[in-house]
């Protein structure tokens, strides 16, 4: 008897599963239909084309990107290479049972990450989470955006539940072979001088490290000279502890591969327990490397007059 049952269900599964092919299955003769025709499914085509991807920030060339339509346009397939030897494949598509987009991305260094949302204005924003070997999970918030030049790709990541976010990474995707425009390269110095004195502000030597070239050098406005080793030396040490560290009134100008960023500096805080207050004009100098922009030398002119605040 529980041989019969187990075969009347066997045989009433295949049936089903046989109707279900068949119903899936588009009739001969008949044009295919088009599974995918809603506009919610182009809500992300923006994304696709062969890109040359940038860090915004220093302007250093990371990756090369592809991303095609797949499977009737259902679906993107992002292929990733990065100039670092990571690999990397992600499937996006709109999951219309639930109205939210999803994305996989898999990698040769054996990383899963599965995100999901939606279009917020004219970004695609997707979010979720992933593990460590220890199962500490941390969030991710992911953001893509039409530019005039590309795509503008950055995330930031978690911790705490979403109490606080950091930034994880910040890219631009230029269509291949298309040269940086001027007004590219403004940008990006601009936002890499202002990306040093936040570093320096927190004592962030690594990060310092990163856009300080080796051969780097500060005149102060007594006519001091400083290298690069001396400077990362004290944001070890911690002895300056910062209030302000900002930048106001910034101008970059180019000339080919160089660019001279004047600014306003605020700096406030203690140094070795003494106070400090004061306003200065500095010139940044920047070169482009192989590598992006690097900041290879700083001059400060005298301090001003403090102003009332």
Known sequence: MKSSRIGFCLIAGLCLLAGFLRADRPVRGAPPAAACAAREYRQFDFWVGDWEVFEVQGGEKVAHVRVDR????????????GANGTRGESLSIYDATRQVWHQ?????????????????GERMTLAGSYRDAAGTETRVRGTWQPVPDGVRESAVTSADGGKTWKPWFDLLFRGSGQAP???DERRAVAELDTAYQAAVKRNDAAAMDR?????????????????????LREARSGETVYEHQEDSE????????????????WEKGTSNGKPFDEELWFSDTYVRTPSGWRYVFGQAAGRLPKAPR
């Open 250 to 265: 910034q101008t970059v100008r180019m000339w080919g591969d160089t660019a001279v960023v004047t600014a306003k500096l």
């Open 181 to 183: 425009s001027p007004a």
């Open 70 to 81: 797949m499977l009737d346009s259902c679906a993107l397939r992002e292929d990733y290479r």
């Open 104 to 120: 996989t991305w898999v990698t040769n260094r054996g990383q899963l990450l599965t995100i999901e949302g939606g279009p917020e």
């Open 211 to 231: 856009i300080l070239a080796d051969d780097f050098v500060l005149v102060s406005s007594s006519g001091k000279v400083h290298d690069k080793a001396e400077l």
